[in-house]
């Protein structure tokens, strides 16, 4: 008798062979699995990185001519340093961009009439001037704004209040600073003002561009004081004959003092 054959293999070594082909699907899965979260990981990373570094390029990229240019004519969009306040809250109405110029050392004396009250709506002159066969319009500021000594003097002091105020400085600075107003408020009795105005005008620009900030800086160089303080610029003398008249403008004008002492029976005048 012929027996029928199995056709299934149920033999332990099938069944291990089985096993080992499901266990190797399931990990190849996990491990596929954890490749994709790496990539996916690696992908968030570069990003991250991409958008950083992108970040870092435009904080630290050199400024362009035109951004600088923008900067030096107005400082827009810049905060105000710590300190303006302090000054802007009791001197309204000073120009901002006056007060970062004044902070990054780009300050222009004759820009002092902008600091100054009364001034600082009509500030502004043009000059035209033929460049090159080409005529040339240029606004600035013009001197004759600085009309007088006080006119000066008021935007010097905003000026120093605000240099003090935004910029660092060594503490001898005040000393400097004050030390160079008294010299100049002692030629202003001498000299003529338009003379001493051309002085300060370029002695300051020489201070701004040497360091405001240096004490040292605050000086007035020999061949500046000598080149504009010449015996012409000296305010002319006071003549004899205005002397004169003056002490008998005086003279009419004082009032007689009165005498009491006839009320006591001891003045000897007349009481008339």
């Known amino acids: 008798m012929v027996g029928t054959r199995n056709t299934s293999d149920s033999s332990p070594a099938s069944h291990q062979e089985l096993a080992a082909r499901i266990a190797q699907a399931q990990l190849d899965e996990i491990n596929e699995r954890r490749a994709r979260d790496q990539r996916a990981a690696e992908l968030s990373e570069e990003r991250a990185l991409e958008l950083h570094n992108r970040e870092l390029a435009r904080l630290t990229a050199p400024v362009t001519p035109a951004t600088a240019t923008r900067q030096d004519d107005d400082e827009e969009g810049e905060p105000l340093p710590p300190g303006a306040d302090f000054v802007l809250h009791r001197v309204p109405g000073v120009p901002p961009k006056e007060v970062l110029l004044i902070f990054h050392g780009k300050f222009k004396p004759e820009h002092l009439i902008r600091l100054c009250s009364r001034t600082r709506s009509t500030d502004t002159a043009t000059a035209t001037s033929l460049e ?74 020489e201070i701004i561009r040497k360091g405001h900030t240096e004490p040292a800086n605050w000086i007035f160089p020999p061949e500046y004081s000598t080149r504009y303080l010449t015996p012409q610029a000296y305010r002319p003398s006071t003549s004899l004959s205005s002397l004169s008249s003056g002490k008998r403008l005086r003279a009419a004008t004082t009032t007689p003092e009165t005498c009491f002492k006839w009320i006591r029976g001891a003045c000897e005048g007349k009481r008339g």
């Open 132 to 205: 090159d066969g080409t005529l040339v319009t240029r606004k600035g500021v013009d001197k004759k704004q600085f009309s007088e000594y006080a006119v000066w003097e008021e935007g010097f002091l905003i000026y120093r209040a605000l240099l003090t105020q935004v910029c660092p400085h060594p503490p001898q600075l005040h000393a400097a600073i004050d030390l160079w107003h008294q010299q100049v408020v002692l030629w202003n009795i001498t000299y003529q003002w338009h003379a001493l105005l051309d002085l300060l005008l370029d002695t300051h620009s």
